[in-house]
């Protein structure tokens, strides 16, 4: 999924900030756990959207957050901004961004992996190494499992897609035949 302008923009520079103040893994770690928060109660977004709830019941109630979390000041003040100019519904894009961001200057490649089926740790280790070695990069697996792909292993790097599924190779046939 790729993160909405305002998401980039506002993940930029606080990468920079965090960066600038050696906070980075600290900040990454606090809006994760925000997000997670943020995902989780219907309640909390729906204050934040509520324009019966003023800006500074939303700012004590993000304080109060924030406090509870022991959340680094230079993500406190980020909320704080989101908050207040009406876009904290963006946070998500701000972390997914974030995390690509400083994944990149790791030199990190996120890769999704989709299986029809569970698949063995000893299969995810070989995939992690052999997509290291091609790619000169650390490898980082997401993990997931569609059924509807009948077998096989549909990976995604970036914008690059290896679809190895039982059900794209019978959409293909299927496509064959009927074109003849």
């Not at 993940?11 to 756990?33: C, F, G, I, M, S």
């Not at 989101?82 to 890769?111: H, K, N, P, Y």
Request: zero cysteines.
């Amino acid at each position: 999924m790729k993160s909405s302008s305002i998401g980039r923009r506002y993940a930029k520079a606080l990468l920079e900030l965090a960066d600038a103040e050696n906070q980075t893994p600290r900040v990454a770690k606090d809006l994760a756990a925000f997000v997670e928060v943020w995902g989780a109660s219907s309640e909390l977004r729906d204050m934040f959207h509520n324009p019966a709830v003023d800006r500074a019941q939303r700012s004590a109630l993000l304080e109060a957050i924030a406090e509870k979390m022991s959340m680094v000041p230079l993500l406190r003040s980020t909320l704080g901004l989101l908050s207040d100019r009406g876009r904290l519904w963006a946070v998500l894009d701000v972390a997914e961004a974030f995390q690509e961001m400083a994944e990149d200057r790791e030199g990190v490649v996120r890769v999704e992996v989709t299986t029809a089926s569970a698949m063995t740790d000893a299969y995810f280790t070989q995939l992690q190494t052999t997509l290291g070695s091609a790619t000169s990069q650390k490898v980082v697996l997401v993990k997931k499992q569609d059924p509807s792909l009948i077998a096989g292993v549909v990976t995604r790097m970036g914008d690059l897609v290896f679809d190895g599924s039982l059900r794209s190779h019978l959409e293909e046939l299927k496509a064959e035949l009927l074109s003849k």
